[in-house]
């Protein structure tokens, strides 16, 4: 930022001492803290400035001036302020640093490839936290998606009984349908034996005798296959 120090209604170059900013000998790689005069609606406050010295130009000129860089939120920041400046009100040598260097410019790839080197190491991720309409709606589809899951389990829970009731009418009637048969060989079996016996006829009477002993077992089978079912 360039200030015109002529039209500046602070610029008056007798109020500071030259002598002991001459004195100060401000190098490259000392942090200093500059305090800068700043009007605001006819106020002035002052603001504090800290950083290192990049580099002085100049000397103890009068128009000689030193480069200071400060990094602000991650971001690296540089102002040139002129040594014999009205619009400064003080400055600070916080501390003092031997360095090789006149001008300290490299400092701005270094902190560049640490950031980018930091930046590797960085991952994007997405969290944050539900607003009060995003948890209602959560908890409404939550809600939703367990109603229909009950209708859906007793939709089921209905039809295994269905598909039970109708496989035990199923088996019942086959059941009876087998009782019914079985019964009708015995009448039948009775019948033929008392023909013979009216007759009178040895043969006739044996094979009914052996018709009704027919019956009988296969009475028996089915009374057995009746109850291997149930118990199974």
Do not use: C
């Not at 002052?46 to 480069?67: D, I, R, W, Y």
């Not at 790839?109 to 980018?116: D, L, M, N």
């Amino acid at each position: 930022m360039k200030t015109n120090i002529k039209n500046t209604p602070l610029a008056d170059f007798t109020s500071i001492n030259q002598e002991e900013r001459k004195n100060l000998g401000i190098t490259a790689g000392d942090t200093v803290r500059v305090w800068v005069k700043i009007a605001e609606k006819g106020k002035v406050r002052l603001q504090a400035f800290e950083g290192m010295v990049l580099a002085t130009k100049h000397g103890n000129e009068p128009g000689s001036t030193f480069t200071v860089r400060k990094v602000s939120q991650g971001v690296g920041v540089e102002r040139i302020f002129p040594l014999f400046s009205p619009n400064i009100d003080k400055i600070e040598i916080v501390k003092r640093a031997r360095v090789r260097r006149a001008k300290l410019y490299h400092i701005r790839e270094k902190v560049a490839r640490e950031v980018k080197r930091q930046m590797r190491r960085t991952r994007l991720i997405n969290l944050s936290t539900l607003s009060d309409t995003e948890e209602q709606d959560r908890i409404a589809k939550e809600a939703e998606a367990k109603e229909q899951e009950e209708v859906r389990m007793a939709e089921e829970q209905a039809t295994k009984e269905a598909e039970a009731k109708v496989a035990e009418e199923a088996k019942q009637a086959e059941t009876d349908a087998e009782v019914l048969a079985t019964e009708d060989s015995q009448n039948t079996a009775e019948t033929t034996v008392e023909e013979a016996t009216a007759l009178e006829n040895p043969e006739s009477t044996k094979e009914a005798v052996e018709a009704v002993q027919e019956v009988a077992n296969n009475t028996d089978t089915v009374e057995d296959t009746k109850e291997k079912k149930e118990e199974a």
